[in-house]
């Protein structure tokens, strides 16, 4: 399978969005995320400083820490980088303007969604990370990364070849659906967990962390029970997979959105139950924006696929 230069950009800027929530989750894990407290500079500098005596006069010493401030700031240039991807990606996409005129607008949306993700991101600085800003800038980081999973299918779909059955393919795209909306709503309550999470650990009197879930109030549990509904669609999903014997992609793609179903659960039963580890957080967070992406990527191959 031979790619061209807008498909293999395109492709390496969705890995590369996905990396960046990476990096944004081990900024949260680390409690980095106010680790430059202004935007776009880095403690009014361009390139931060290192240690204290480099700390311009103007910012307060209790609010550096050297490691806060690095890890934040990587985040920062991986964003540039994203934005410079995305920028190319979109330039690239002119060769799509009149023969698939979706993949030139789909890619103009990432464009503009990217510009409005930075100033957003300045937002969430600004505001100290304001409850709901963060949520909001999930959000959009999600709906950039389907708009290019859009724009990359778009290009390549004619190099994938998809049969499937008129019945089934009603059935599993119809349950994608489903399961692809409950697991948006899903991001959005554990985004609002987290931020209630973020609230108990910065207080004058710290909890001991195996309390912190406890104490964030409802949307806890709301977050914890409504796992059931995406779990019932999963298992769903794997019976529809069974049942009509389903091979090739739609397979391999129907099994990989049951596993991380299930793999999401599994971590956050984890989370709860050992005290909320760095690490089950990071993965929590990046395997929710891989599994919307592989339930979305299957919606979009399942539309695709000829009866």
Avoid at 103 to 125: D, K, M, N, T
Avoid at 142 to 170: G, N, W
Avoid at 172 to 188: A, C, D, K, P, R
Wanted: glycine share 8%; net charge positive; with cysteine.
């Amino acid at each position: 399978m031979k790619l061209n230069a807008f498909q293999k950009t395109a492709i390496t800027t969705v890995a590369a969005t996905l990396f960046l929530i990476l990096v944004g989750g081990l900024v949260r894990a680390a409690g980095a995320g106010l680790g430059c407290p202004d935007w776009p500079k880095c403690f009014g500098m361009w390139i931060p400083p290192t240690s204290l005596a480099d700390l311009p006069s103007q910012f307060n010493e209790s609010q550096f820490n050297v490691y806060n401030t690095w890890i934040e700031y990587v985040n920062r240039l991986v964003g540039v980088l994203i934005g410079l991807l995305i920028t190319i990606t979109f330039l690239l996409s002119f060769r799509y303007r009149k023969t698939k005129p979706t993949v030139f607008y789909s890619s103009f949306a990432a464009f503009v969604l990217v510009l409005f993700q930075g100033w957003l991101g300045g937002v969430v600085v600004k505001t100290g990370l304001h409850a709901g800003m963060i949520t909001i800038h999930m959000l959009v980081a999600m709906v950039i990364i389907a708009t290019l999973l859009y724009a990359t299918y778009e290009a390549t779909s004619d190099l994938l070849k998809i049969r499937i059955e008129e019945q089934f393919k009603e059935k599993i795209l119809w349950t994608m659906w489903v399961l692809f909306g409950l697991s948006m709503v899903q991001l959005v309550l554990g985004t609002q967990v987290r931020e209630a999470v973020d609230v108990i650990k910065n207080a004058v009197e710290v909890l001991p962390r195996g309390m912190w879930l406890e104490s964030v109030g409802t949307i806890f549990p709301v977050h914890r029970s409504f796992s059931w509904l995406v779990v019932f669609a999963g298992a769903f999903l794997f019976y529809l997979l069974k049942k009509y014997r389903a091979e090739g992609l739609v397979l391999k793609l129907g099994q990989w959105n049951v596993a991380l179903v299930f793999l999401q659960v599994l971590i956050g039963v984890g989370m709860y139950y050992l005290d909320m580890p760095r690490i089950l957080q990071v993965l929590h967070l990046v395997g929710m924006a891989v599994m919307i992406c592989t339930q979305f990527l299957m919606i979009l191959v399942l539309r695709k696929g000829e009866v």
